[in-house]
C-alpha cells in the first residue's frame, strides 16, 4: 500500500533559490529515501536518512527527519536548471518481507533559467 | 559500466502477446525488483527477489512471473498482454540498508 506522500505536486522557482518539498507517511519505518528521477529516466538514489537521524547532508541536499510528525523535508539550495526533474520520497514496504520500498507520488519540480 | 541494465528500452506489441523484459545487475547485489510506473509517475513494486526466492508478491495478475536465474538476473515475463499493462517498468537492485539502483526503465505499449 502507499506509504509515502509528497506535498507539493508540483513546484516552479528561479534558478538560484532554494527547493523545498516534503513528505509524510503512515507507519513506523526504521528509514526514509529520497529519489530523483529526470524525464524519461530511471530513478537515481539521493539519500537514505536512518529513523535515529534527524538531518542529513549531501552536497546541495539537505533532508530533514521527523519521526514524531512522521514527515521529511528534502531541501535543494541554489538551485540550477538540471535540477529539473520529480523527486520522490521512500519508506519500506509495509507490507514485510526484506527491504522492499513503496514510493509515493512524487514533487514535480521546475528551475526557470 | 552500466550497474542496473534492462532491455529492451521499448517494447510495442499487441493485445494477447507474451513478452519478457530481462534485467541484469553487476553490483553483487542481494536483492532485485520489479516496478511499475503508470502514465500518473505513481511506481508500485510489483516483485521482489532476495537469493532467487520470492520475497515480495504485491498483488499483481498471475499473467506477470518473475524468473531468476541467478542473483545477477531478474527477468519479467507477461502473458496475454493487455491494453491496461501499458507503463513504463524498471529493475533495481539492492543491499539490504542501502538505497535502490534503477536501471533505465522499459516503457511498453500494448496496443
Known amino acids: 500500500s502507499q506509504q509515502g506522500e509528497e506535498d507539493p505536486q508540483a513546484l516552479s522557482i528561479q534558478e538560484g533559490e532554494n527547493a523545498t518539498m516534503n513528505c509524510s507517511y503512515k507507519?513506523?519505518?526504521?528509514?526514509l529515501q529520497w529519489y530523483r528521477q529526470n524525464s524519461g529516466r530511471g530513478l537515481v538514489h539521493l539519500i537514505l536518512?536512518?529513523?535515529?537521524?534527524r538531518e542529513k547532508h549531501s552536497g546541495r541536499l539537505r533532508v530533514t527527519l521527523d519521526t514524531s510528525k512522521k514527515s521529511s523535508s528534502l531541501l535543494i539550495t541554489a538551485s540550477r536548471a538540471a535540477d529539473t526533474a520529480s523527486y520522490f520520497c521512500?519508506?519500506?514496504?509495509?507490507?514485510?518481507?526484506?527491504?522492499?520500498?513503496?514510493f509515493g507520488k512524487g514533487t514535480h519540480l521546475i528551475i526557470q533559467p | 559500466d552500466t550497474a542496473v541494465s534492462q532491455t529492451p528500452k521499448y517494447l510495442v506489441t499487441q493485445m494477447g502477446n507474451d513478452k519478457s523484459i530481462k534485467c541484469e545487475q553487476n553490483?553483487?547485489?542481494?536483492?532485485m525488483y520489479w516496478y511499475k510506473q503508470d502514465s500518473k509517475k505513481f511506481l508500485k513494486i510489483m516483485f521482489s527477489?532476495?537469493?532467487?526466492?520470492?520475497?515480495i508478491n504485491e498483488t499483481v495478475p498471475n499473467r506477470f512471473s518473475p524468473k531468476s536465474p541467478d542473483k545477477a538476473h531478474l527477468n519479467l515475463h507477461i502473458n496475454s498482454l493487455e491494453l491496461g499493462d501499458s507503463a513504463v517498468y524498471f529493475c533495481?537492485?539492492?543491499?539490504?540498508?542501502?538505497?535502490?539502483?534503477f536501471g533505465s526503465g522499459t516503457r511498453l505499449t500494448v496496443v
Open positions: 521512500a519508506t519500506p514496504y509495509s507490507g514485510g518481507g526484506a527491504d522492499g520500498l513503496t
Open positions: 536518512i536512518r529513523s535515529n537521524e
Open positions: 553490483l553483487g547485489h542481494d536483492t
Open positions: 533495481a537492485s539492492s543491499q539490504l540498508g542501502y538505497g535502490y539502483t
Open positions: 527477489y532476495n537469493n532467487k526466492e520470492l520475497i
Open positions: 507507519t513506523s519505518i526504521n528509514n
